[in-house]
């Protein structure tokens, strides 16, 4: 039985805007010409439905995934923070400042943000840290660095585009 994201994405989505989303989700460097061969339409109209599904918000951009080993760094490290509720405005505006946070997500729970670090090696991680420990309305900080990658997604469950209309 599809969920939330599977209703929402069969009804606003015809088969041949599933088959194109898959086809990028694969391949984001695909041309137009080969997903239309795929699809058995012109590139033309492929290019009109990506750009619909853009302007729908539905695709918000084609980026390129660094291999971050391959140029230097290390496996990233996860941040869990907690700010005094206040000030937490101003913390999110400093931690966005800074080039060694890739990401930065408001979440629920205990600790209230979530960062994502890159780093070098040891000795600027820990200087990274230290930097953060004295961003004014930070709390406390729980750390855990990644050590193998199982999985990564960047899409919404497959059962909602596979599913036929």
Do not use: C
């Amino acid at each position: 039985m599809p969920g939330v994201w599977g209703e929402l994405v069969n009804n606003e989505l015809d088969k041949i805007d599933h088959k194109i989303l898959q086809f990028l989700i694969n391949d984001g460097r695909a041309s137009f010409s080969q997903i239309a061969r795929e699809v058995k339409l012109t590139d033309v109209a492929i290019k009109k439905r990506v750009e619909r599904l853009k302007m729908r918000g539905i695709i918000n951009s084609f980026s390129v995934e660094l291999n971050l080993k391959a140029l230097g760094y290390q496996d990233p490290i996860f941040l869990q923070i907690r700010t005094e509720m206040p000030k937490n405005k101003e913390v999110v505006k400093r931690l966005k400042q800074l080039d060694f946070i890739t990401e930065l997500y408001q979440v629920l729970g205990e600790y209230n943000l979530v960062a994502k670090l890159v780093t070098p090696n040891g000795d600027a991680t820990q200087n990274y840290l230290s930097q953060l420990e004295k961003v004014d309305g930070i709390l406390d900080m729980k750390s855990a660095m990644v050590l193998e990658h199982h999985k990564k997604s960047s899409t919404i469950p497959s059962h909602s585009l596979q599913k036929k209309l």
